[in-house]
């Protein structure tokens, strides 16, 4: 799309489009949509700053950060370790690693979202809503036990089912 | 492997090593969220128009909105499991995205440190974009989700945050979208796109990053997953999410499904009373001396004098029943209970409203003495509705306390906190 603005300015006016395209970077296109944008997040941004504006803003850029240098170095080591302990080169000499990686991804994801609920800090929970709120850790460590029982299980069948496939032609 | 240089700077490309990254990965995730956010946006701004917000001040959580109202219109009655539907969509949708988002997000994490910070003048604008991108999707995701977990941690009123933080995150993603979209369609429906060329793509800056793969990482780990797997661990967490959570929409043995939504599980009680509470009386300061017998319900309208009714006053007027669910904003419903009681436009005929001409609005206040909508205005199409009712039973019994004894609001399709319980007064007239 850019190149197609692009495209039709020039031959509109080549020299000007080249002009501002070398000085500017992009297309026009993109500078025009990101005008836009930006007046739209300013007529939002003001509103939504009217408040305790440096905590929000605190929120709203450290959502971005603590996303980006928290929460993805945490789960980008704890696969390296993981990649670590099952060891060695190659596919054939870790065929384990998923087995941990899914349940431990499937789990890990359930606690990032319930993370108020299951570690038991909502304190208005009970008295607001008339329900138990103790039943949301048992239920998280029964599903992650679920989760990683059946992939072992899983496991174990494959491995099964590859030995006694794998033996008549040893046997040759 | 061993030729290109290892490095620990997150700004060198060989830093980041995940065999996975590419524009393909990305590309599929983005076009599944632009799928589901759009579907969240939409029953987003759908649900604050449900509020009537322009109906009157004490709907209104947002009242300097100017040019983003809009869109609003007059909440529709029918059918009435619109906004049950509606907000079940927009929150387990939103849930069910988690993923999806964060997937996308570690996807193009090497672009976020990738040096210089900005090429030109344009890029630099783009990457401040970015920024409202990034910080306001998660803006906007963390609160909604902290919100329907009742963890009011977050600095102010969810209202405006999330509705104000959506409007800022809007911008930069429509812009994004333009920008992004039809690469990566292309890049989709060629289905030749190599996985793993071309790293020099990127050298010659003036392209502005559009040829050649730069999410690819030149010096790649050994695979340990396919990109295939990789995006059916994400589906399947994304599953996981909607198994264990849509079930809040659902009574019964459904609901027993939801294991991790805040209503999933167990119902608060068992008999008639026994579904699901939003805020239970004593968590509202309601005390038993102001509902019991000493209860009246007043009523205005034009006829002046104000007119006090006691709860037997209500059993004696003609009684009427609807089967309607309670649909919260926070993404959980009941299916439909039994309501009995006043049809709110008999009450308004009582307040001196000819009942053959046009419905008044109706102002409604609690006995609550905290909380943001102890008092809520319903609009003239909500009061004329024969399902419009103030009920004093639900499901062949009495209120329970907890379900807003002596009597309650119920209307068609609207949000639950418009469904005021604990009614003290019901003022009827033109409210704009």
């Not at chain 1, 440096?54 to 950060?65: E, R, S």
């Not at chain 2, 003609?318 to 669910?325: G, V």
């Not at chain 2, 009941?334 to 307040?351: E, F, I, P, Y």
């Amino acid at each position: 799309m850019t190149s197609r603005v692009y495209g039709f300015m020039s031959r509109l006016s080549g020299e000007a489009a080249h002009r501002f395209r070398r000085w500017y970077g992009e297309g026009p296109y993109q500078l025009l949509l990101l005008l836009a944008s930006f007046a739209l997040a300013g007529y939002a941004g003001v509103r939504l700053l009217d408040g305790d504006w440096p905590m929000i803003t605190v929120w709203f850029v450290g959502a971005a950060l603590v996303h980006d240098l928290v929460l993805v170095p945490l789960y980008a080591l704890a696969d390296r370790a993981l990649r670590a302990v099952a060891g060695g080169a190659g596919r054939r000499r870790r065929p384990w690693v998923n087995f941990v990686r899914v349940p431990a991804f499937l789990s890990g994801l359930l606690l990032l979202v319930w993370f108020p609920l299951i570690t038991g800090q909502v304190e208005r929970y009970e008295p607001v809503t008339g329900l138990s709120a103790d039943v949301f850790l048992a239920r998280w460590l029964l599903v992650s036990a679920a989760l990683f029982a059946g992939s072992g299980l899983w496991l174990l069948v494959r491995r099964r089912r590859s030995a006694t496939k794998g033996r008549p032609s040893q046997v040759h | 492997m061993r030729e290109t240089p290892r490095t620990n700077n997150p700004t060198q490309p060989e830093f980041w090593r995940s065999p996975l990254r590419g524009i393909r990965l990305t590309s599929v995730l983005g076009v599944v969220l632009l799928a589901g956010i759009t579907l969240v946006t939409v029953t987003g701004l759908l649900s604050y128009a449900a509020y009537n917000p322009n109906l009157s001040p004490v709907n209104d959580k947002t009242p300097d909105k100017g040019l983003l109202g809009f869109y609003l219109f007059d909440w529709p009655t029918d059918p009435h499991w619109l906004y049950r539907l509606n907000q079940g969509l927009h929150v387990t949708v939103g849930i069910a995205l988690i993923p999806v988002l964060l997937a996308k997000l570690w996807s193009v994490v090497p672009k976020l440190f990738a040096l210089p910070p900005a090429r030109s003048l344009g890029h630099a604008l783009e990457r401040i974009s970015l920024l409202l991108l990034v910080g306001g999707v998660l803006f906007v995701f963390l609160t909604g989700v902290l919100n329907v977990q009742l963890e009011y941690v977050f600095p102010g009123s969810f209202y405006p945050l999330h509705f104000y933080g959506s409007w800022v995150f809007l911008g930069a993603f429509v812009v994004h979208v333009a920008l992004r979209l039809p690469k990566a369609l292309r890049v989709l429906r060629d289905r030749h796109t190599p996985d793993n060329d071309d790293e020099s793509g990127d050298a010659d800056g003036d392209k502005g990053g559009d040829k050649g793969d730069e999410l690819v990482s030149p010096r790649p780990a050994e695979p340990t997953l396919s990109r295939r797997g990789a995006l059916g661990m994400v589906g399947g967490g994304s599953l996981l999410l909607l198994a264990t959570t849509a079930g809040q929409n659902f009574d019964g043995p459904l609901r027993r499904t939801a294991l991790f939504a805040p209503h999933g599980g167990d119902e608060p009680g068992s008999g008639p009373n026994g579904f699901q509470i939003n805020k239970t009386a004593a968590a509202r300061g309601i005390r038993p001396v102001d509902t019991g017998a000493a209860w009246r319900l007043t009523l205005s309208g034009p006829r002046g004098d104000d007119i006090r009714l006691s709860r037997d006053d209500l059993l004696d007027l003609a009684l009427h029943s609807a089967a309607l669910p309670i649909a919260c904003v926070e993404g959980w419903s009941t299916s439909d209970q039994w309501w009995r009681g006043v049809r709110l436009r008999d009450l308004a005929a009582l307040a001196g409203f000819d009942p053959d001409r046009a419905a008044p609005d109706v102002l409604v206040d609690s006995l609550q003495l905290s909380g943001a909508f102890r008092r809520a205005a319903l609009r003239d199409n909500q009061v004329r509705d024969a399902r419009s009712l103030l009920a004093l039973q639900v499901n062949g019994e009495d209120l329970s306390l907890d379900h807003g004894y002596p009597a309650r609001i119920i209307v068609p399709a609207a949000p639950g906190v418009l469904n005021t319980k604990w009614v003290s007064r019901l003022d009827f007239g033109e409210l704009r």
